[in-house]
């Protein structure tokens, strides 16, 4: 049996810790709440953004876009967003696992994998990666970026079709649905069909008379596409990230309570232990001076 210094020393140093974890829980639910409500609101952005370029997509300059009908190459881009700090419960590991899932359907198809990270945690796990080509890495960003934050991104995407190197590009990041359901999704930005962007709506009525020209309006509204949806997924990735901090914190925080209580349980018993044996000693002490 531990002695009570040891078993005071432990009760302490887990109390300590559970203070802490305490906080960043707290912590975890006021950045979620907050980043819950600017995930709701990009998500209202990115799909009037999308709905501006289904109606484009019928133009006569969508159909000779790139962006609609891209090179045809043996590459994918992945835009992909991971964390900067761990503890967050399975949080990066869940996007791992759906990003090599997906590359691994890639290279049986003869594909090959281009990443931009979003994240330290994900800029040092892909750089690691065999058969994986970083184009980028960027950490640090807040929670609801501007959207001027993703400009090297898009000159990425742009260059890229321009110079025949991917034929598609893809997002993965964790959809924020509730509280305690984070989903892991794959997205695809590129390339852009227009009879899928178009199902399900009914012919517009009226035509458009589109100033200064097809071009420049079609360009503009890609552009709007692309910042909506990074920024749609970087938030909802911010809010899944803290909403698994906060749930790794609580159940931390309870672990935590449940070995304080054991211990105390057990320091209690070895106090107990020590008086019944003095009290033994003593009483046999007595007896035998008598």
Known sequence: MASTQLLKRRVRSISNTKQITKAMELVAAARMRRVMEAAQKSRV????????????????EAAQHPYFSPPDTKARLYVIFNSDRGLAGAYNANVFNTAARTFAEDNRAGLNPLVVAFGRKGARHFARGSNIELLGAYDNIEDDPDINVFAPVLETISGGIEQARFSAVNLI?????????QQVRVVQLLPIVADAAAEGEKTDEFAYE???????????????????????????AAASEHAMRMISMGNANRNAADLIDILTLELNATRQATITQEVAEIIGGAEAIT
Do not use: Q, W
């Open 210 to 236: 589109l100033e200064p020209d097809g071009k420049a309006v079609l360009d503009s509204a890609l552009r709007l596409y692309f910042e909506s949806a990074l920024r749609r997924a970087r938030v909802e």
């Open 173 to 181: 990041f964790t959809e924020s649905i509730s509280t305690m359901v």
């Open 45 to 60: 952005y990115a799909d009037a953004a999308t709905a501006i370029l289904h109606r484009l997509s019928r133009t006569p």
